[in-house]
C-alpha cells in the first residue's frame, strides 16, 4: 500500500494507475474490524481502494469530544497493511489539505436535519457533508463505503449524491459487532470497565424491541427501551425512534409502519463519559 497525505500527490498517484473502479472507505482513523469490513468490501469492488483517515473538526459540535477522540495511526497503518495491496492508497490529510479555505457551505438535508442525531448534534451533519463532498472532489471515487452503524450518516450522505449529482455509487455495509454484541465503535475503547462491562445491554435491548413489534406498539416499546438502558448505572438514554430507513421520519404507531418499507430503531446512550449509538431492522410480521 501507498501512504500519501496530500491531495496533489494523491490525484497524480490516481491518474497514474488509471484504474477504475475506484472505491473509497472514510474514515477518522482508530481502527478496528468493523472499519477493515468496509475495506474487505471495497477490495471484492474495486482494483483501487483509498482509505482516507482524518479526523474532521467541522463535524464535532462538542469541541472536548474533538480533542478526546482516539487517534492510534501506527496501529492502523499496521491494520490496513495487512489487507490492502501493492496499489492501494491509504490517505492521511492534514486539515489544511481539506479545507485549504474555511468552509462555509451549508447544507439541507431535509428531514433529516430535524431528527435524532441532528437534533441532539447540531451542525454535525454538515460537517459531515463538507468532508464528504471534499473527498470525493479529491478522489474521485465510482464507489463509496460506509458503515450501517452510523445509520443516519448513510441517509444524509445518499442525499448528499442526490442533491449534488455526484455519479458515485453509495454501499452501506453491515454492523460488526462485539461478541458481546457491542457494535465496534472506535469510541469503545474510551469505556470505563464497568460501563464496557455493562454495554451489551444496548443491543440486547434493540434486539427485545425488535421482537416485541408484533405484540406491542410503539409507545410501550419505546417506555420499555428506556426503562432497561435507564436502569443500568451510568446510562442514560438520548432517544430510541423507529424510523423508515429513507427520510428517517421516526413512527408513533405500528399503524403509521407501511408494507413495503424498511424500518428501523436507532438509538443513542450516554454510556458514562462517551456517547454510543446503535440500529436495528425492526419489520413487521
Excluded at 185 to 209: C, D, G, H, Y
Amino acid at each position: 500500500m501507498q501512504v500519501i497525505s496530500t491531495a496533489k500527490e494523491l490525484r497524480y498517484i490516481n491518474g497514474k494507475l488509471n484504474l477504475s473502479p475506484v472505491g473509497l472507505v472514510p474514515t477518522m482513523g482508530a481502527l478496528h474490524e468493523g472499519h477493515i469490513s468496509l475495506v474487505e468490501k471495497a477490495l471484492s469492488l474495486s482494483p483501487l481502494v483509498i482509505v482516507s483517515i482524518f479526523v474532521n473538526p467541522a463535524q464535532f459540535n462538542d469541541k472536548n469530544d474533538l480533542k478526546n477522540y482516539p487517534r492510534t495511526p501506527e496501529d492502523d497503518l499496521l491494520l490496513l497493511g495487512k489487507v490492502l495491496r501493492e496499489n492501494d492508497i491509504v490517505f492521511t490529510p492534514e486539515v489544511k489539505e481539506i479545507y485549504p479555505e474555511t468552509d462555509t457551505r451549508k447544507f439541507s438535508f431535509g428531514n433529516l436535519d430535524n431528527v435524532m442525531e441532528a437534533l441532539h448534534r447540531p451542525g454535525h451533519f454538515n460537517g459531515v457533508g463538507q468532508v464528504v463532498s471534499r473527498l470525493f472532489d479529491i478522489v474521485k471515487p465510482d464507489i463509496a463505503i460506509f458503515g450501517q452503524k452510523d445509520f443516519q450518516q448513510l441517509a444524509v450522505i445518499k442525499e448528499l449524491v442526490r442533491q449534488t449529482g455526484d455519479k458515485v455509487k453509495i454501499i452501506g455495509s453491515p454492523i460488526i459487532r462485539e461478541n458481546d454484541g457491542l457494535a465496534m465503535s472506535s469510541r469503545n475503547m474510551l469505556l470505563e470497565p464497568e460501563i464496557r462491562k455493562n454495554a451489551p445491554v444496548i443491543f440486547k435491548t434493540l434486539s427485545a424491541a425488535a421482537e416485541m413489534i408484533t405484540g406491542h406498539d410503539i409507545p410501550e416499546i419505546k417506555t420499555f427501551v428506556g426503562k432497561q438502558i435507564n436502569n443500568v448505572p451510568g446510562f442514560d438514554i438520548e432517544y430510541f425512534d423507529i424510523a423508515d430507513d429513507t427520510e428517517l421520519i421516526p413512527v408513533s404507531s405500528r399503524n403509521e409502519m407501511q408494507k413495503g418499507k424498511r424500518y428501523f430503531g436507532c438509538i443513542a446512550v450516554r454510556a458514562g463519559k462517551i456517547r454510543l449509538i446503535d440500529n436495528i431492522e425492526i419489520g413487521l410480521v
